[in-house]
T-cell receptor, first 111, second 112 residues
Framework: GQQLNQSPQSMFIQEGEDVSMNCTSS?????WLWYKQDPGEGPVLLIA?????ELTSNGRLTAQFGITRKDSFLNISASIPSDVGIYFC???????????FGKGTRLSVIA | DTAVSQTPKYLVTQMGNDKSIKCEQN?????MYWYKQDSKKFLKIMFS???????INETVPNRFSPKSPDKAHLNLHINSLELGDSAVYFC???????????FGPGTRLLVL
């Protein structure tokens, strides 16, 4: 089945720094989704991308759907302590409903 | 208002017991899912239901049985619980089959 590779696995950054993480796939995805999971909570959708090349922002977050449709990145600008959590990329599996998730990027922000 | 809710939030039980986890969504979605998140936080689909019908059942032991009494509910029943069943179970829902999914807060299952 399709697999999503996320990098980096974890990041420790200072408050105020910008963050970049990405997600790659061995096969084409038609939709890219970025979720954030806070400790003890369920994943919450941050940004959805539906078109190759699409660049979408949500506050300090910006995500892009790669031109090859095999990758996506998520940037967070001017990080704050509440950005701490696990960020997952996800996409529909071969046109069926269930999402395939990457293994997550764990973000820690040091005040 | 909670969009996707699950009960219980925590479940601690002995090996061999049977337990159920309930999920409800008030978003009017027609597709619901169960995911399992292991200790390494890897999320994996277990079941997918569309309009009360099972459409996807990934490689899951038949001790796990989903039941959907109506479009707004998808419950998960687990028979003969094993230590390896300890994980966080998330319910999710979406409108139509290939759109974004909304997750519940999770049920933390610990089998002793």
């Amino acid at each position: 089945g399709q697999q999503l590779n996320q990098s980096p696995q974890s990041m420790f950054i200072q408050e105020g720094e910008d963050v970049s993480m990405n997600c790659t796939s061995s096969s084409i995805f038609n939709t890219w989704l970025w979720y954030k999971q806070d400790p003890g909570e369920g994943p919450v959708l941050l940004i959805a991308l539906y078109k190759a090349g699409e660049l979408t922002s949500n506050g300090r977050l910006t995500a892009q759907f790669g031109i090859t449709r095999k990758d996506s990145f998520l940037n967070i600008s001017a990080s704050i302590p509440s950005d701490v959590g696990i960020y997952f990329c996800a996409g529909p599996n071969s046109g069926n409903t269930p999402l395939v998730f990457g293994k997550g990027t764990r973000l820690s922000v040091i005040a | 208002d909670t969009a996707v809710s699950q009960t219980p939030k925590y479940l601690v039980t002995q090996m061999g017991n049977d337990k159920s986890i309930k999920c409800e969504q008030n978003l009017g979605h027609d597709t619901m899912y169960w995911y399992k998140q292991d200790s390494k936080k890897f999320l994996k689909i277990m079941f997918s239901y569309n309009n009360k019908e099972l459409i996807i059942n990934e490689t899951v032991p038949n001790r796990f049985s989903p039941k959907s009494p109506d479009k707004a509910h998808l419950n998960l029943h687990i028979n003969s619980l094993e230590l390896g069943d300890s994980a966080v179970y998330f319910c999710a829902s979406s409108q139509e089959r290939s759109t974004t999914q909304y997750f519940g807060p999770g049920t933390r299952l610990l089998v002793l």
